[in-house]
């Protein structure tokens, strides 16, 4: 519409080549009333939120018989993750389902992943919030074994992360979960915190803060949903947002 109206008051301002730019500044328009007050298409973020919580549940499954069965642990895990998403019955069937699929001895997980790429692809937060529910996942029992971490590198090499890239990733992680609950009280507290935040004692005051707003920003709920994670899945980020909060309040306060 905006670009038929551009043309229009473009030919009166300026001619035939009034048209032209009238066109070009209307299309604009356009795509942003398009994208909705939020700058993104309502319509594809559903879809995005869709896909996520499928791929995220296919994976967890896969991730999960890895070793060749499926633990109480790692079953345990998955009903508390479904309880704290809030899920509906409906839903909750879906996430079993899915979870169930990606557990098959056959399953293959490359079409999935192609269709994240291509539905979510475009963003390293939701490429790397998928990371780091698997993980999470994958350290349910308290460890990650070889057939876990072997499968989470093929994962991230899809997703696009180096080797040394998803192990640094998975530090950060393995950390954070260290300050679940509030500050940790053992002797490498301290450490646990810097590798936290990917950083390390030599880093400068500026250094850490840096890491520290990057993972902020990573795990803010308003952004997260924004880009297409699920309502009901931004609680675990909340949670890693909380340790990381834990993690840089210790190192500040060594630091004074």
Same mark, same amino acid.
């Not at 940790?184 to 030599?202: C, F, H, P, Q, R």
């Given at each position: 519409?905006f670009?038929?109206?551009g ?8 001619g035939?080549l ?8 209307g ?5 942003f009333?398009a ?5 993104? +298409?309502?319509?594809n973020?559903?879809r995005?939120?869709?896909v996520f919580l499928?791929?995220a549940f ?7 018989k ?8 790692e *079953?345990s895990h ?5 309880q704290k ?6 839903h909750?069937l ?9 557990a098959?001895?056959d ?6 992943m +192609? ?8 963003? +390293?937060?939701?490429k790397?919030?998928?990371?780091v529910?698997l ?9 990650? +074994? ?8 093929v994962?991230a090499?899809?997703?696009g ?18 300050f679940?609950?509030?500050?940790s009280?053992s ?5 646990d915190a810097?590798?936290a935040?990917?950083v390390s004692?030599?880093?400068t005051?500026q250094?850490?803060?840096h ?5 902020m920003s990573q795990?803010?709920p ?5 880009q297409?994670v ?5 609680a675990v980020?909340?949670?890693?947002a909380?340790e *990381?909060?834990?993690?840089y ?5 060594s630091?004074?």
């Amino acid at each position: 519409m905006f670009r038929i109206l551009g043309a229009i008051v473009g030919f009166f301002m300026l001619g035939f080549l009034g048209i032209f730019l009238g066109y070009l500044v209307g299309s604009f328009i356009d795509r942003f009333k398009a994208l909705g007050p939020s700058g993104m +298409n309502p319509f594809n973020t559903t879809r995005r939120q869709s896909v996520f919580l499928e791929t995220a549940f296919v994976l967890m499954g896969k991730l999960a018989k890895a070793d060749g069965r499926v633990s109480e642990t790692e *079953v345990s895990h998955v009903e508390q993750f479904m309880q704290k998403l809030g899920m509906t019955p409906e839903h909750r069937l879906k996430a079993i389902a899915l979870f169930k699929q990606g557990a098959a001895v056959d399953y293959d997980i490359h079409p999935k992943m +192609n269709e994240f790429l291509a539905i979510c692809g475009h963003s +390293n937060n939701l490429k790397q919030m998928l990371l780091v529910y698997l993980i999470i996942m994958g350290l349910s029992d308290g460890h990650l +074994n070889s057939d876990e971490e072997g499968l989470l590198h093929v994962i991230a090499g899809r997703l696009g992360y180096s080797h040394a890239a998803f192990n640094q990733l998975l530090d950060m992680v393995l950390n954070q979960m260290h300050f679940a609950g509030g500050q940790s009280t053992s002797a490498s507290a301290l450490d646990d915190a810097y590798k936290a935040l990917g950083v390390s004692k030599d880093s400068t005051d500026q250094e850490i803060k840096h890491a520290y707003r990057k993972l902020m920003s990573q795990y803010h709920p308003d952004k997260l949903m924004g880009q297409g994670v699920p309502e009901e899945m931004i609680a675990v980020a909340t949670e890693q947002a909380k340790e *990381v909060q834990t993690a840089y309040d210790l190192i500040k306060k060594s630091r004074e």
